[in-house]
């Protein structure tokens, strides 16, 4: 069994990775060869070793989870919008199925669609939301919104598109593993009303339980700054947590702790079997002699799976939750069943159930982490304290030597998965987990369900202990040494820092544990890649619509801007370039330019800030600006500034000195314009000029703005990318920065054309996700939907 489940997982995970989905007729092949596998293996002497068997078994495995990911990706990707009804007013009735989300321009939910009223509108039946106040046209909001409400909608949709960035979120699979296949807003309509206050069915009653929840511990503890982490333990829900909290838990290593974790579940599960079977065996203190009609052992195996399940349904139904339900579940029907299963055949029987029902888990970070903590856990126990080792001291000794085993076994993983690994998270889990786990959640918990005031003083004192050890997180991830960095490990490091790191974990009386360490050396020193002398890179990133590049020569990186600020708290910063950053191990910053004030140039620019040691800011923000106060040393852009780095150099074309006298002047005619060349190659970054500024440029040095590769003035916009700028900066490649189907149509069609007309091959993030340019003897770029083309990816665009 545990082969075919091995086996089955990495079918899914090959299908996963496919950029397209097999034919039917493959489909069958693989159905048909199943089978005959199967009946081989029926054949007496077929498979006269266990190890053969094991092997066919892993081979059919393999070929029944490809073919079983391929049919629920179909059946998932069948519903589809239009692209006649993309953009276009669409009047729909739904059923809100999800946990709303208030945030500060509005409320984001899912809807799932009963009818379209529209004549000749067809809508998928989930689709994402967002209801935005009273902006740009859209509706009011409703003064509350709660899961189970049927309404009837005005709504503007779009295919699922998200950012496509090495190291960033995949947003359309989330989508996809979501049941979502259409996002949009609502619009402003006398239509929109709603027609039921709660329509019944079993996953209203639960989003309704929770959103009820929620609201229960926000009143009771308002205005405080961690209550967003009380929710995360009760319900599972995150999105209250600020950014900057996260950053502590993640630097500190307890990110696994802020939710309804394995842990936490198996507690909860624990008492809740302890106490009925407690009561059971007294019969409910009723006499009625209830052990000898079914055992106290199988009713404790039930009740304790059953809590385990409400708790699951509360968290959402994360990935961790889920193996956690399926193995306690797996470990009750074998009590009832009075069977006995190893500790292998639960987890293997946990993950086959996790692939099976959801073939997109092993896409996420937690699905690996997840199930690897507890094989490491496994793993490291053999050998460590004899079962019959019970006393305090002893038990003690074994939770630290699990702790020490986790963090060592996730190091390769974790470093594969992020590029860093925190080197405060020993002490860090040593004092959260018992903490948290013990105290902090049953606290929660028992705060969120028992009545006023109890509940309000039980809650308070929750976050009064998360608050605290907040604090102590806070100074332990603000040392220098909290997370060590590198590079994502290349398939041959990591392998060997895993197989090192099982060497470290073998039983006492292995010879020479701690040799494994050796193994760790080319994971933990490796230096992030970078180009050769008189060479240089650039990857424009898919930000949206906004701007941010980053460039490298061979010893040093400059930032061009940091991209658009999506929401409080959200930016293309901490969504998009420090992924990327850490990913890449990089964790210095030459210098920055940002190029002027607009937010869809400076929003991640703080994020950046504070995580980066970033060498100078240079800009052409006024001196009270939070960017140049958060800069270590700022410069002012200016044309004539210029340096050279690794044999490539830097020039500052615009804006000339005298524009910062004007009093009130447009941002986009101050925008810092930089030209970068090794001699051979070069590509013009102009931020956001326009017409009048390129006739100035063209006018003071056209010869000087002679380009290989130009950053399309203002995002194509109608106002720039003149004739004349394009006849002198003579681009082979012009590079759009752009949104998915923005509000302002970038790039305009005519200006698009004439890059087209030019001869100039046009690059377009928004169809081709970051495109990596290499500059050396001739210009190469590759586009990130291309070469991690993916079948959930919309095709053409």
């Not at 989870?65 to 729909?92: C, F, K, Q």
């Not at 007294?282 to 059953?306: E, H, I, N, W, Y």
């Not at 790039?747 to 495109?771: H, S």
Request: net charge positive; hydrophobic share 50%.
């Amino acid at each position: 069994m545990r082969s075919a489940i091995l086996g089955f997982t990495t079918g899914v995970l090959v299908l996963q990775s496919s950029a397209g989905l097999p034919s039917i007729g493959v489909l069958i092949t693989c159905g048909a060869g199943v089978v005959a596998l199967i009946a081989l293996a029926k054949r007496p002497g077929s498979f006269s070793k266990d190890a053969g068997k094991a092997c066919a078994a892993a081979i059919a495995g393999a070929v029944l989870g490809y073919a079983w990911a391929a049919l629920v990706a179909y059946h998932a990707l069948a519903p589809r919008l239009s692209a006649d009804d993309e953009g276009r007013d669409l009047t729909i009735v739904g059923i809100v199925d999800s946990l709303p989300y208030r945030f500060e321009q509005g409320l984001r939910f899912n809807l799932q669609v009963e009818r379209t009223e529209t004549p000749g509108g067809t809508v998928p039946p989930r689709i994402a939301l967002s209801w935005y106040a009273d902006r740009r046209g859209e509706a009011k909001l409703p003064a509350t919104l709660m899961p189970g409400e049927r309404w009837r909608l005005t709504v503007r949709l779009q295919r699922p598109h998200g950012n496509a960035n090495p190291g960033g979120f995949d947003y359309e699979a989330w989508l996809l593993e979501q049941g979502v296949r259409a996002t949009g807003y609502v619009r402003a309509d006398d239509a929109n009303v709603r027609l039921d206050a709660f329509v019944p069915r079993f996953g209203t009653v639960v989003e309704r339980s929770r959103a009820l929840l929620r609201e229960r511990i926000l009143r009771a503890l308002e205005g405080r700054q961690y209550a967003g982490v009380i929710v995360a333990l009760v319900i599972g829900d995150q999105r209250g947590i600020d950014q900057s909290d996260w950053q502590v838990f993640n630097r500190t290593g307890i990110g696994h702790l802020i939710s309804i974790s394995g842990l936490h579940i198996t507690m909860i599960a624990g008492l809740a079997a302890l106490a009925v079977s407690s009561l059971w065996r007294r019969s409910f203190f009723t006499g009625a002699q209830l052990p000898l009609r079914l055992p106290a052992q199988k009713v404790a195996a039930l009740s304790g799976a059953l809590v385990a399940l409400l708790y699951v349904l509360l968290a959402g139904f994360g990935v961790p939750a889920q193996r956690t339900l399926y193995m306690l579940t797996v470990v009750a029907l074998a009590l009832w069943m009075g069977r006995q299963s190893s500790v292998t055949h639960v987890l293997c029987a946990a993950l086959g159930v996790v692939v099976l029902l959801d073939p997109w888990a092993v896409l996420w970070p937690g699905f690996w982490l997840s199930f690897g903590a507890v094989a490491v856990i496994l793993f490291g126990g053999h050998g460590r304290i004899a079962p019959h080792e019970t006393g305090l001291r002893n038990k003690m000794a074994l939770a630290a030597r699990t702790q020490w085993s986790v963090t060592l076994g996730l190091v390769p993983l974790t470093m594969l998965l992020f590029g860093q690994v925190s080197l405060a998270s020993p002490l860090a889990n040593a004092v959260a987990i018992p903490l948290v786990s013990f105290i902090v959640t049953p606290l929660a918990l028992l705060g969120s369900l028992l009545p006023a005031p109890l509940s309000g003083w039980l809650l308070v004192a929750a976050h009064a202990a998360v608050e605290g050890l907040a604090a102590a997180l806070g100074h332990l991830s603000a040392l220098p040494a909290a997370v060590w960095r590198a590079p994502s490990p290349q398939p041959w490091v990591f392998l060997l820092a895993l197989g090192g790191t099982l060497w470290m974990l073998m039983p006492r009386g292995w010879p020479h544990r701690w040799a494994g360490a050796a193994a760790w050396l080319p994971l933990l020193l490796q230096m992030p890649e970078h180009p050769e002398p008189g060479r240089f890179r650039v990857i424009a990133f898919d930000v949206g619509q906004g701007m941010a590049l980053l460039v490298e020569t061979s010893g040093h990186r400059l930032l061009y801007d940091t991209g658009p600020g999506y929401a409080p708290g959200l930016d293309a910063g901490s969504r998009v370039l420090l992924p990327y950053l850490r990913m890449r191990g990089i964790g210095v910053l030459d210098g920055m330019v940002v190029s002027h004030g607009d937010l869809d140039h400076t929003g991640g620019a703080l994020a950046v800030l504070g995580e980066q040691r970033v060498g100078w800011v240079a800009s052409s923000l006024e001196d009270g600006h939070a960017i140049v106060r958060a800069a270590r040393r700022h410069l002012r852009c200016t044309a004539g500034q210029q340096w050279e780095w690794d044999g490539v150099r830097f020039e500052m074309l615009h804006p000339p000195a005298p524009i910062y006298a004007d009093p009130k002047p447009k941002a986009n005619a101050r925008s810092c314009t930089v030209r970068i060349s090794n001699g051979r190659t070069a590509i013009l970054l102009a931020g956001d000029i326009e017409a009048a500024q390129e006739a100035a440029l063209v006018s003071a040095n056209a010869a000087g703005l002679r380009a290989d590769v130009l950053l399309a003035p203002h995002h194509g916009s109608g106002t720039s990318s003149t004739a004349p700028f394009l006849a002198a900066v003579q681009p082979s490649v012009g590079v759009f920065q752009v949104g998915w189907r923005n509000r302002y149509k970038h790039p305009k069609n005519e200006v698009f054309e004439r890059y087209g007309q030019l001869g100039i091959e046009r690059l377009r993030t928004d169809e081709q996700g970051a495109v990596t340019l290499e500059f050396g003897d001739a210009v190469g770029y590759e586009d990130y939907r291309r070469r991690h083309a993916r079948y959930w990816y919309a095709g053409p665009r």
